[in-house]
T-cell receptor, first 112, second 112 residues
């Protein structure tokens, strides 16, 4: 059974720092992996989607990498800003049916 | 283009009472998902529709939960009777077949 783990559960860093959020999964046979952002009281916003054949995806200050063989993905945030404060969740799809299996998320606080 | 719309945003009910949530997906999206998210956890899939057909309801507690998607557009999720453990955020998402899903803002349910 696929399990997705995100460590740490919470992270607080000063504004301007570069940071890395981690996601690990137990079964390397995934179809794709996706990173989401969730703000309090709001829904989930997709940030980056990496297909199983890809190694990384970039969007602005965000870069997500995927290492299927080791069952790991990282989300790199450059030059963090207070507006980046949110909970970041990763989710994997085991097949093309887009049934997402989720991590519990990392709550990120960027201090001004 | 409007996103996924859910109502109500918040609902407080007493245990043993019924409750219903409504979701209007993005126009043209044939696949609709209902998720439940407990505090500090990732979302858990309850049911997935393709058009009017529920293609995956294995995680739906069928003794008290029911869902319908008439005409393959809007969907309702019902709980009857509600229990204290049902307190959570209920998220609706939609997609075009098995492509990337877009999430609504969710309904926060509190059962007292």
């Amino acid at each position: 059974k696929q399990e997705v783990t995100q460590i740490p559960a919470a992270l607080s860093v000063p504004e301007g720092e570069n940071l890395v959020l981690n996601c690990s999964f137990t079964d390397s046979a995934i179809y794709n992996l996706q990173w989401f952002r969730q703000d309090p009281g709001k829904g989930l916003t997709s940030l980056l989607l990496i297909q199983s054949s890809q190694r990384e995806q970039t969007s602005g200050r965000l870069n997500a990498s995927l290492d299927k063989s080791s069952g790991r993905s990282t989300l790199y945030i450059a030059a963090s800003q207070p507006g980046d404060s949110a909970t970041y969740l990763c989710a994997v799809s085991p097949d093309s049916n887009y049934q997402l299996i989720w991590g519990a998320g990392t709550k990120l606080i960027i201090k001004p | 283009e409007a996103g996924v719309v859910q109502s109500p945003r918040y609902k407080i009910i007493e245990k043993k009472q019924p409750v219903a949530f409504w979701c209007n997906p993005i126009s043209g999206h044939n696949t609709l998902y209902w998720y439940r998210q407990n505090l500090g956890q990732g979302p858990e899939l309850l049911i997935r529709y393709e058009n009017e057909e529920a293609v995956d309801d294995s995680q739906l507690p069928k003794d008290r939960f029911s869902a319908e998607r008439l005409k393959g557009v809007d969907s309702t999720l019902k709980i009857q009777p509600a229990e204290l453990g049902d307190s959570a955020v209920y998220l609706c998402a939609s997609s075009l077949w098995n492509t990337e899903a877009f999430f609504g803002q969710g309904t926060r349910l509190t059962v007292v």
